[in-house]
């Protein structure tokens, strides 16, 4: 039998519950449990494909083609767990598919109710991942505990607790506990009050775990035990990390989280193997060496914008025993004062994804500069549009090159809509979304980096290399080194002589985990390791 572990959060959003919840995930996994994770999200919209990344950050795209919070490539980078489309259901989907029951008749004339129809289908949703032989399913509620659309989620994990017993279901508490330095004192508060909301709904946590800046003086944690009704062993704290967020697995460990768990569901308790994860860490926070990646983006003020990428980046240097410091280039800057100024003082050069004509020109102006420079380059989905473009007008000589995404009457649209997105008009789930097979030609440098012939990668995209035009560009010296298997789709391009350039229409970030980098990025990091001389 499943037992159940619910995350909330309370006081202020954004205070990393997937960080924590993927934490307490590689802790159980450590251990020796099956786990499964998800993330239930109470806004309307049925999934974040259509928000904008100034609002929710990146979209994670699983092998399934589902478009998801970011917080499930956390889940993935910290448990090495695939995730799916059923581990992110959102407050639109819960909605939509009542409602659709209803229509149907499924309720037999029933009066359609917040509960027990609502809470129902949310409860589905998480019993769903409670298949055979998985011990603990993590379920993390998204916002803030007070939120008046999260009400009817956090109504049916009381409900779970209910019905499988408290033995069966645990509730963790993430709060924040903030430093009031005028007064150089911790108020605990705020985290009071947010407890007292979720004991009005009928949960009482089992554990607090406090986000803080400083530590949390025993006075603190007494206070915090003794008014929000928890074991004082059970009020952890959250440090703000110096280095690494891949940190706060082991600091949780050695505040004994897993134990608690353990305890709390009654469970055999092997010892926690952590090794590896303490040898990557140690990687990470104290590297032989240092390496500088530009990263020339449309979001490169928001860090979670590129969330994954960044992380993919990270992972690259772990694999060479490297840290890498990523500097954040606008995309428009290049277009003001030319790429040189940007690009001299880094040692390779990221190009990603995005929508939209904002930034284009700047993006095709730091690739001709990489190429031309033997600047180490990988470019990706929109960024591999982009180095062909820059390709086509440069070395091929058709002036006017483009994307139709941008430029629908381009003399040369060396990019354009995929055939099947052309009588497309919803736009939410509709791009080419999840996995799929990729054959690399024998002899490329793609082949090398994977060490594989047959691939697979996620996608995201409605836009593809133009197949008209892939004879100038190979006959100009650009290599077209991934295909689908049946020819059709360009998947990879890359230049032969070049120190390091590659680009791919798929997003390799989305599979890269710190203990086990993606070739792309392990290749990038070791390109610019080898520019530098390190």
Same mark, same amino acid.
């Given at each position: 039998?499943?037992?159940? #572990?619910?995350? =909330?959060? %309370?006081?202020?959003?954004? +205070?990393?519950?997937?960080?924590?919840?993927?934490? &307490? !995930?590689?802790?159980?996994?450590?251990?020796?449990?099956?786990?499964?994770?998800?993330?239930?999200?109470?806004?309307?919209?049925?999934?974040?494909?259509?928000?904008?990344?100034?609002?929710?950050?990146?979209?994670?795209?699983?092998?399934?083609?589902?478009?998801?919070?970011?917080?499930?490539?956390?889940?993935?980078?910290?448990?090495?767990?695939?995730?799916?489309?059923?581990?992110?259901?959102?407050?639109?989907?819960?909605?939509?598919?009542?409602?659709?029951?209803?229509?149907?008749?499924?309720?037999?004339?029933?009066?359609?109710?917040?509960?027990?129809?609502?809470?129902?289908?949310?409860?589905?949703?998480?019993?769903?991942?409670?298949?055979?032989?998985?011990?603990?399913?993590?379920?993390? #509620?998204?916002? =803030?505990? %007070?939120?008046?659309?999260? +009400?009817?989620?956090?109504?049916?994990?009381?409900? &779970? !607790?209910?019905?499988?017993?408290?033995?069966?279901?645990?509730?963790?508490?993430?709060?924040?506990?903030?430093?009031?330095?005028?007064?150089?004192?911790?108020?605990?508060?705020?985290?009071?009050?947010?407890?007292?909301?979720?004991?009005?709904?009928?949960?009482?946590?089992?554990?607090?775990?406090?986000?803080?800046?400083?530590?949390?003086?025993?006075?603190?944690?007494?206070?915090?035990?003794?008014?929000?009704?928890?074991?004082?062993?059970?009020?952890?704290?959250?440090?703000?990390?110096?280095?690494?967020?891949?940190?706060?697995?082991?600091?949780?460990?050695?505040?004994?989280?897993?134990?608690?768990?353990?305890?709390?569901?009654?469970?055999?308790?092997?010892?926690?193997?952590?090794?590896?994860?303490?040898?990557?860490?140690?990687?990470?926070?104290?590297?032989?060496?240092?390496?500088?990646?530009?990263?020339? !983006?449309?979001?490169?003020?928001?860090?979670?914008?590129?969330?994954?990428?960044?992380?993919?980046?990270?992972?690259?240097?772990?694999?060479?025993?490297?840290?890498?410091?990523?500097?954040?280039?606008?995309?428009?800057?290049?277009?003001?004062?030319?790429?040189?100024?940007?690009?001299?003082?880094?040692?390779?050069?990221?190009?990603?994804?995005?929508?939209?004509?904002?930034?284009?020109?700047?993006?095709?102006?730091?690739?001709?500069?990489?190429?031309?420079?033997?600047?180490?380059?990988?470019?990706?989905?929109?960024?591999?549009?982009?180095?062909?473009?820059?390709?086509?007008?440069?070395?091929?000589?058709?002036?006017?090159?483009?994307?139709?995404?941008?430029?629908?009457?381009?003399?040369?649209?060396?990019?354009?809509?995929?055939?099947?997105?052309?009588?497309?008009?919803?736009?939410?789930?509709?791009?080419?979304?999840?996995?799929?097979?990729?054959?690399?030609?024998?002899?490329?440098?793609?082949?090398?980096?994977?060490?594989?012939?047959?691939?697979?990668?996620?996608?995201?995209?409605?836009?593809?290399?133009?197949?008209?035009?892939?004879?100038?560009?190979?006959?100009?010296?650009?290599?077209?080194?991934?295909?689908?298997?049946?020819?059709?789709?360009?998947?990879?391009?890359?230049?032969?002589?070049?120190?390091?350039?590659?680009?791919?229409?798929?997003?390799?970030?989305?599979?890269?985990?710190?203990?086990?980098?993606?070739?792309?990025?392990?290749?990038?990091?070791?390109?610019?390791?080898?520019?530098?001389?390190?």
């Amino acid at each position: 039998m499943s037992r159940f #572990i619910f995350i =909330t959060g %309370g006081v202020v959003s954004s +205070l990393g519950k997937g960080v924590t919840a993927a934490s &307490i !995930g590689r802790l159980l996994i450590s251990r020796g449990l099956q786990i499964r994770m998800l993330k239930l999200d109470p806004y309307l919209n049925v999934d974040p494909g259509t928000m904008s990344p100034f609002q929710h950050g990146e979209v994670f795209v699983t092998d399934d083609g589902g478009e998801t919070d970011l917080d499930l490539g956390h889940y993935e980078r910290y448990t090495g767990m695939p995730t799916s489309k059923k581990s992110n259901r959102t407050a639109g989907q819960v909605y939509w598919e009542v409602l659709s029951k209803e229509r149907r008749g499924e309720y037999l004339g029933r009066t359609i109710q917040m509960i027990p129809h609502i809470t129902d289908e949310i409860k589905g949703a998480i019993r769903a991942l409670a298949e055979p032989k998985v011990d603990i399913v993590l379920v993390e #509620i998204g916002g =803030t505990v %007070g939120d008046i659309e999260g +009400l009817t989620f956090l109504e049916a994990i009381r409900q &779970i !607790g209910l019905e499988e017993g408290r033995d069966n279901a645990m509730y963790l508490h993430l709060t924040y506990v903030p430093f009031i330095r005028a007064a150089g004192e911790i108020k605990t508060k705020p985290s009071q009050q947010s407890v007292a909301k979720l004991r009005e709904i009928g949960i009482v946590p089992d554990a607090l775990i406090c986000r803080t800046e400083v530590a949390l003086p025993e006075d603190a944690r007494r206070k915090l035990s003794l008014f929000c009704n928890v074991p004082f062993s059970a009020v952890l704290e959250e440090r703000d990390v110096a280095h690494s967020i891949y940190e706060i697995p082991l600091m949780l460990h050695e505040q004994g989280l897993d134990e608690l768990i353990l305890v709390h569901f009654r469970l055999a308790r092997p010892p926690a193997r952590l090794n590896d994860w303490r040898a990557m860490v140690e990687t990470v926070t104290h590297p032989q060496r240092r390496v500088r990646i530009g990263v020339v !983006g449309k979001y490169s003020e928001l860090q979670d914008a590129y969330k994954s990428l960044y992380e993919a980046i990270i992972h690259g240097g772990i694999a060479h025993g490297a840290g890498v410091d990523i500097v954040r280039i606008a995309a428009e800057d290049i277009e003001k004062n030319g790429a040189e100024s940007s690009l001299a003082e880094v040692d390779g050069l990221l190009v990603p994804g995005g929508f939209g004509q904002r930034g284009i020109e700047g993006k095709v102006e730091a690739i001709r500069w990489a190429r031309e420079h033997g600047l180490p380059f990988l470019g990706i989905c929109l960024g591999l549009q982009c180095a062909v473009i820059e390709f086509a007008r440069h070395a091929c000589g058709l002036e006017g090159a483009h994307t139709t995404e941008i430029e629908k009457a381009a003399p040369h649209p060396v990019v354009c809509l995929m055939e099947e997105q052309e009588k497309v008009t919803d736009l939410g789930g509709t791009m080419r979304l999840g996995a799929f097979p990729c054959a690399l030609a024998e002899g490329s440098l793609a082949a090398r980096l994977y060490g594989a012939r047959r691939i697979s990668e996620r996608h995201r995209h409605r836009y593809e290399v133009n197949n008209r035009y892939r004879e100038r560009l190979e006959a100009g010296g650009l290599r077209i080194s991934g295909t689908s298997p049946d020819g059709r789709l360009v998947e990879m391009v890359e230049l032969p002589g070049h120190p390091f350039f590659i680009a791919t229409q798929a997003h390799p970030e989305f599979k890269s985990q710190p203990m086990a980098p993606h070739p792309l990025f392990r290749g990038l990091i070791g390109a610019a390791l080898a520019r530098t001389g390190g």
